[in-house]
Each structure stands twice: as C-alpha cells, then as structure tokens.
C-alpha cells in the first residue's frame, strides 16, 4: 500500500457518496447500507415509456429520434422532484472531483452499455468516444469537467479512444431554463471543434445526465453533420419524465429520507 493512502487512511474520513455517513476502508462499495439498499429499488424502476428497466431502455426524445440512427444508454433513472438523494450525488459529480464518484458512474454506465450492444448486436470496439463539454467559467470554478472524466474513465474501461470533438461558448446553466431556452441554448454553445473527428463514424457521446434531450440533441446534430454515422448517447442517469407523482417514488424516497434523518440526528447527537 502507497504511503499516500495510509496517511488517507489515518488522518482522513471515507464517507457514503450519498448521505456522507462515515464508511470503513474496507474495500465495501462507497455507500452505506441504507443507501445501497436505496440504489437497487432504484434500479427496478421501469421506464414510464417503454416499460423496460433502465439497463435496457433506449428511450430518447423525439427530437432526438428524428436525427438518431442508433441507440442510447444509461445506468439509473431518476425523478428531479423526488429523487433527492440522487440530487446530493449529482452535485457531488458536478461540483467536487472525486474518483469513486467517477468509477462508480462509469461502472454503471459501461454496464448498461455493454448490455445494449449485446441486445442490439453492436460492435463497440469500432466506436469512439466524446463528451458534451462544460461551460468555461464553470470549468474553472470547479476545477474540472465532470463529463470529460466520465469520458475518459469510460473509454479506459471499454480500451477505446478519447477525443474532443466540442467546445461550448455558453455563458448559461440548462438548469435554469425552460425546455424552450435549454434548446436554444444548447444550439449556440456547442460549437463543432473543425476536423476534430477526422475519419470516425462511429461514436459514443458522453454526459452526465439527460433531462430534456437538449444538449445531447445538440451535440448529436453536429457530429451527424460533420460525418458521423452512429452516434450513441451515454448518460450516468436519465429523467423518467413521465414518472413525476409516482407514488411509489415518493414512497421510497420518503422512507428513504426518514431514514436518513434518524442517521443524521443520531450521528450529530453522538458529537455533542
């Protein structure tokens, strides 16, 4: 063992990726039990649209669909007015690096991915893999760019190439616009990078997460343009749109949160 994770060890907290309840370096995943138990209802859910869980769901929005020649994949769905525990791990992959925030995303993802091109009979070896790129200033405010990891891990895991193929010029977050101003946004901040994707015609587009579609609609239509064949978007999570008010979401989540909060009174009493 490296001197650099003894010393990690000794002096420093592992703690649950979503509650951030204090965990052992015992080699266990980077969740606690209640929040392991929590990811595999998640993963259950089916898709309101086409019924199937999320491993196996294609599902993209129609704007997409008119210029898509392929498929698409994801690892989890989530609900952005329940989930909120997946919210608390969103913005740790958005806004903090962390490594095992990055390797559990891609092992989910590549998981699902790998599953599509088994069912669908795809040869991902001859694919390439890009990334819908993160606003500068954020970029620097941050210090990185969570889909640029994401990229790079999952194409390390998959043994294939990176490439960037975007810039993005925008000076707005999608998330405080409507589904209107996201897409007029996307269309003027993803700016194709000239020559950036030479002779490839295959490829895989990575991000985070898919709400509307809008960036990865975006992003699409420019590799579409500039000579791609297949392009197959790759989200950690997508947003069961017609899932919104489902009562077993709430359900779960309120468990969930119930749970948590015990934890949270427990652990916060004991410091006293």
Known sequence: MKIA???????????????????????????????????QELMEIKCRNCGRKQSMC?????????????????????????????SSLFSRLKHKYNREIIDFCTDKMVSSFR??????????????????????DSVLKYGFDQSEKLAKSFAKKLGLQVIKVFENRGNEEQKSLNKKQRAENAAKSYVYID????????????????????????????????????????????????????????KRNSKYNFTGAVKGFVRNGSQR
């Not at 204090?22 to 080699?27: E, Q, S, V």
């Not at 015609?201 to 975006?218: E, F, H, P, R, W």
């Open 5 to 39: 994770e003894i010393l990690k060890r000794m002096f420093l907290e592992r703690h649950c990726l979503i509650c951030q309840e204090a965990l052992p370096y015992d080699g266990s995943p980077p969740f606690c039990p209640d929040c392991v138990e929590y990811y």
């Open 58 to 86: 294609i599902c993209l929005p129609s704007k997409i669909n008119k210029i898509s020649h392929s498929v698409a994949s994801w690892s989890v769905f989530y609900d952005t007015d329940v989930s909120i525990q997946l």
């Open 115 to 136: 599953a599509i091109c088994r069912a669908r009979n795809i040869n991902y070896k001859k694919f390439v893999v890009t990334y819908v790129t993160r606003r500068r």
């Open 195 to 250: 020559g950036s994707l030479g002779e490839h015609k295959n490829v895989v587009l990575i991000d985070d997460i898919m709400t509307s579609g809008a960036t990865l609609y975006a992003c699409a239509f420019q590799l579409y343009k500039n000579g791609a064949l297949n392009v197959i978007p790759v989200t950690f999570a997508k947003d069961n749109y017609k899932s919104k008010g489902v009562k077993g979401n709430v």
